[in-house]
């Protein structure tokens, strides 16, 4: 197999401008000629090995973030802006994209901001009156957009608030199920109050009485997470007001919901800390149950934390995580794959998720081949969250977890599935406008790129032939 060459030009200037060092200082200390390190910046020439150890050992850089995450994670937003309908038959091939991706991210975010603009200003138009009625309305994006944006391009790992929250668990003996009574007596031993209620609220805390309250009707998980996220908002709020100055917000909005994401964040991460889990997963083979056991969590507090163990020079298995709700909508996501979503619009109906209602506590397993000719595992359960008294509404999710199948073997929920049968996997797709499969039966609308034809004295399972 012919070894795949490795063009980082955008991040090797990203990293000599963090620096602060000329091209030729940079050219120096990697041990290559001026010219060698201005083709290798450019895209002209792909890094060679002699320049990875160099950028190990002399600068201790992790190398594995050299890979093409975030040019993957671009190509595939730029791909879905351009199927808006506004671009018409001139989108740029795939090949101009990736180009674009890896040699100018910064012009590749530009253009994405440019069309989250205008998608902004044409649903405004749409609802004049309504845009018109409201004090200071003017052009910037959603706060929910913004903030997606921050922890999908900081690959779903917050490193400073995973590392305070690590610390934070191992002063109180280590994550797991002891790791709530040990927080009580802490927050107790400073004068605040921890009482139970039956509220519908799962969390309010009384600043003036110095009392947190937890509903009772919530699972003991999901009272032992909201406990850690008042914590990180009491203990940790100057550690989570420096991470937000670095991310520039455009808004109070999406500060605010930033702060709340990132004390969510330090929650999960109490609860699971970096190296235990790291190390559980690998034990138990990524085993779910077993984890949610040992650390006293929900199946999809298990989930949502593997899919953030990307901690340079020690990273956990690359997985994908989502959430749908039965209408299929996404309302969490997060890739460290190949595979990204759709930023607008709901997931492949081909995915086992959708079908995770149907069979409740159960998990489903998947083989699945995506366009680009990537192969995955898929898992799949649902997340129903119980009402907690009679005549509340239940909240219905379902939740989607893979890794690609170079990742098998470290995957229980692999074991017996035949991983060498071509038919086994099936195909899906990300958004059905910039699918390329043209023989797909579930395509609710036609791909961008290929032109139709409508044959009256014939039908398929389309109404129209894809060329």
């Known amino acids: 197999m012919a070894t795949r060459k490795l063009y980082a ?8 401008g963090r620096l602060g060092l000329t091209q030729k200082d940079f050219a120096a200390k990697l041990g290559v000629s001026l010219p060698y390190l201005n083709q290798m910046e450019n895209n002209n020439r792909p890094v060679s090995t002699t320049v990875v150890l160099a950028l190990a050992q002399e600068f201790g850089f992790d190398v594995t973030e050299l890979g093409q995450g975030d040019a993957e994670r671009l190509v595939s937003d730029m791909r879905e802006a351009l199927a808006d309908p506004v671009f ?15 040699n100018a991210p910064a012009l590749a975010r530009a253009f994405l901001d440019l069309h989250r603009s205008y998608r902004q200003t044409h649903e405004r138009l749409a609802s004049l009156d309504e845009a018109l009625g409201r004090e200071g309305a003017q052009l910037q ?3 929910w957009e913004e903030v997606r944006d921050f922890f999908h391009y900081c690959d779903n790992y917050i490193d400073a608030v995973d590392r305070a929250a690590e610390h934070f668990a191992q002063m109180l003996g280590g994550g797991g199920p002891d790791l709530r009574a040990a927080v009580i007596a802490r927050l107790r031993g400073r004068g605040i109050a921890v009482e139970m209620a039956q509220t519908p609220a799962l969390r309010s805390f009384d600043a003036a009485r110095q009392v947190l309250t937890l509903s009772s009707l919530a699972p003991y998980e999901t009272q032992t997470f909201q406990l850690l996220v008042q914590v990180a908002l009491l203990r940790q709020d100057p550690l989570l007001e420096a991470t937000l100055d670095l991310a520039r917000f455009q808004s109070d909005t999406a500060r605010a919901i930033a702060k709340l994401g990132l004390a969510n964040y330090f929650a999960g991460a109490a609860m699971m800390p970096y190296g235990a889990v790291l190390a559980a997963a690998q034990e138990t083979r990524h085993d779910l149950d077993l984890l949610a056991a040992r650390f006293g969590a929900s199946i999809e507090q298990v989930a949502h934390r593997l899919s953030t163990l990307q901690r340079p020079g020690a990273k956990g298995i690359p997985f994908f995580f989502a959430r749908v709700d039965q209408a299929g909508t996404i309302t969490k996501r997060h890739s460290a794959t190949r595979l990204q979503f759709a930023r607008f619009g709901g997931a492949c109906p081909l995915w086992n998720v959708h079908r995770a209602f149907e069979t409740p506590n159960t998990f489903l397993r998947q083989l699945a081949e995506t366009p680009d000719g990537v192969r995955y595992v898929l898992l799949a359960r649902d997340v129903t969250k119980p009402a907690g008294r009679f005549g509340a509404p239940v909240r219905r999710f379902a939740m989607a977890l893979g890794c690609e199948l170079r990742h098998a073997g470290a995957l229980v929920y692999a074991d017996g599935m035949d991983l060498t049968r071509d038919r086994a996997f099936e195909p899906i797709g990300i958004s059905c406008r910039i699918c390329e499969r043209t023989d797909c039966h579930q395509r609710s609308v036609p791909p961008l790129e290929r032109r139709l034809t409508i044959r009256p004295d014939r039908r398929d399972i389309l109404p129209y032939a894809l060329d």
């Open 141 to 143: 994006p959603s706060p």
């Open 9 to 16: 030009g955008a991040k090797l200037r990203d990293l000599r």
């Open 88 to 102: 018409g038959e001139h989108a740029p091939p795939l090949a101009d994209l990736r180009l674009t991706a890896s």
